[in-house]
């Protein structure tokens, strides 16, 4: 995730907050970006600087009436055309329901396994992770036979590998020295 669309989705979040909106702008500002990339002539107008600001503005103050966006949205959404930074517009909608689904104490969890988890083996696994980190968790498994053995887990910026692949190579960084 490029910290760009880290820094806008964390303002627009703060914002929101501040207006107690961060339900209805999520569900707008995602909607928004299915719409986009639906479309591929509202994509060329989002990623093609041919538009002018005025049109770009003209056309997303539209589509933003149309489907009920908040004022704070629109804002938002004239900052980003105003800035160049609307190419970055799937990515911001993507960090702000994280940042809005962290705030509601959900953790997105992604698992890298050796083999597929029985449905017993995920449940038990993810009343464990709920325990651990003390907040529901949204969990993600693959299945990935590189990792000959263990397991990848990554909870937000944090790794951690229990692999047998992760461990081999650990051992070879340890043989080389």
């Known amino acids: ?12 979040f703060d914002l929101a907050q501040q207006e107690n909106l961060p339900g209805p702008v999520r569900e707008r ?42 004022p704070l949205l629109l804002r938002f959404l ?3 055309i105003l800035k160049n ?7 911001i909608a993507e960090v702000f329901g994280r940042l809005m689904d962290e705030a509601n104490g959900l953790e997105h969890i992604r698992l890298r396994v050796a083999k597929p988890l029985s449905s017993e083996q995920e ?8 325990a651990i980190l003390k907040r529901e968790v949204d969990l993600t498994v ?11 887990v990554y909870a937000g910026s944090r790794v951690y590998d229990g692999s047998v692949k992760g461990q081999l190579q650990g ?6 020295k």
């Open 29 to 70: 500002l995602e909607q928004m970006d299915r719409m986009i990339r639906a479309q591929s002539e509202l994509r060329d107008l989002c990623r093609n600087p041919v538009y002018s600001i005025d049109e770009k503005k003209r056309v997303l103050s539209s589509l933003a009436d149309r489907i009920g966006s908040p």
């Open 142 to 152: 693959e299945a990935d036979v590189s990792l000959i053995g263990g397991m990848i």
């Open 85 to 91: 930074r609307l190419r970055h517009l799937a990515e």
């Open 78 to 80: 004239n900052l980003l």
């Open 171 to 176: 051992l070879r960084r340890e043989l080389v």
């Open 123 to 130: 449940s038990s696994l993810r009343q464990r992770l709920t």
């Open 1 to 12: 995730m490029n910290t760009t669309a880290r820094r806008y989705a964390k303002a627009l």
